[in-house]
């Protein structure tokens, strides 16, 4: 288990109350770690974090409890106290409540949902296991306050609820569906307001395409790479940089890929260094989702701030994220893909670039920067009351 504390700022501003807070991370990587270090960096507040490593989401959901009630009892009985507890999905929040000392177990409580498990997609086509979407179900009720990164993320959680505990068999606690919707509130990731210098490149040469999302079967990289094929059958040049993280098993698409555009490949596979992603964001005109599950879009949000033009399926979190423009937006298809990837080279080849994009680069920083997400998440944290 990782334990650290991050240093509280030395003057909080006047009326401003800072808090120390307990932050429980059971899968302490990807953008559950971005999130916690994110906040905790740019917060007013005192943030001791304790984590555990993003491996075995399964066992993490199951043991950390009480691996974190065990850390949490020492610290009590060392003298440290915290006026508020933040966790996030991956706790069961009541199971680790009930094996507090008082002197935490009060604390008011706050969890984060970065996904659910009630709609998270599975792979395969068996019965999915509701054990650990009931875990997420009693962790609500022990909550005061139940944030979800994006409002299409509380909405679809919701309803998977509902309609879960409306097919039980008997003794169905359907006013918990209501109960978490009065605790619910949304508060989006934010992103470091980084100065994104755009690598120039002349509109003769070929387009150049990013895609970055974990290597797995949801974000749908198999049509991705169709589009492609269907671009080169077209006689439209391009460039390619597919960005993100690989885990053990790697769809075989993507080895597949990485032969077949060997000539038009700029950058390949997880950019170890935070500046090597931003460059490769910087190098590239747009930046495509396939994403058949998103909950809310962390990487189209910073590629739009990087300047990249955004190029995404009209589903899930994405129209609440970009907004309502139709310009953002493919019809989901492989072939509506590839139709607008060559609109936008053929737009870019007649203007000289795609997009005037500085003004929707600013908006997104305004929106999602750290500097203002974590002044909203500090407030609603000191509002938190623990319920009676």
Not at 142 to 167: C, I, M, P
Not at 288 to 296: G, I, L, Q
Not at 363 to 377: D, I, L, P, V
Request: hydrophobic share 40%; net charge neutral; glycine share 6%.
């Amino acid at each position: 288990m990782q334990r650290d504390a991050e240093p509280m700022p030395p003057h909080p501003p006047a009326g401003f109350p800072a808090r120390r807070i307990l932050a429980l991370n059971a899968y302490h990587g990807g953008s559950h770690r971005a999130f916690l270090e994110g906040w905790s960096t740019h917060s007013r507040h005192e943030f001791t974090v304790l984590t555990l490593p993003p491996y075995k989401w399964k066992w993490r959901m199951r043991h950390a409890a009480i691996s974190f009630a065990e850390e949490v009892t020492k610290r009590l009985d060392q003298g440290q106290r915290w006026d508020a507890l933040f966790c996030t999905d991956m706790l069961n929040l009541a199971e680790f409540r009930g094996l507090l000392p008082a002197a935490a177990g009060q604390l008011p409580a706050v969890i984060y949902f970065h996904e659910n498990q009630l709609t998270y997609p599975d792979q395969q086509t068996r019965e999915r296991d509701l054990h650990f979407g009931f875990t997420n179900l009693v962790s609500c009720l022990a909550a005061d306050r139940v944030w979800f990164n994006s409002a299409y993320h509380q909405g679809e959680f919701l309803a998977a609820l509902s309609d879960t505990l409306h097919r039980m068999p008997d003794h169905r606690p359907l006013r918990a569906v209501d109960q978490i919707r009065e605790r619910a509130e949304v508060h989006p990731p934010g992103i470091e307001e980084f100065a994104a210098s755009r690598c120039p490149w002349p509109a003769s040469e070929p387009l150049r395409v990013a895609w970055a999302a974990r290597w797995e079967h949801d974000k749908a990289p198999e049509q991705f790479f169709a589009a492609l094929r269907l671009l080169r059958q077209r006689g439209i040049p391009f460039r390619l940089s597919v960005l993100g993280e690989s885990f053990g098993n790697v769809p075989p698409c993507f080895p597949e890929a990485r032969r077949e555009f060997a000539a038009e490949i700029l950058r390949w596979g997880y950019q170890r260094r935070r500046a090597d992603y931003l460059t490769a964001l910087a190098e590239s005109d747009v930046f495509v989702s396939t994403a058949n599950h998103e909950f809310f879009g962390i990487a189209m949000v910073e590629a739009l701030a990087a300047g990249c033009f955004p190029v995404a399926p009209c589903r899930l979190a994405y129209p609440e994220v970009l907004g309502p423009s139709r310009a953002w937006f493919y019809d989901g298809t492989t072939e509506g893909l590839a139709g607008r990837l060559a609109e936008l080279d053929e737009q870019r080849r007649r203007r000289g670039r795609i997009w005037d994009g500085e003004d929707r680069q600013a908006e997104m920083r305004q929106r999602f920067g750290w500097h203002g997400s974590a002044a909203g998440m500090d407030e609603a944290l000191v509002a938190v009351q623990r319920r009676t």
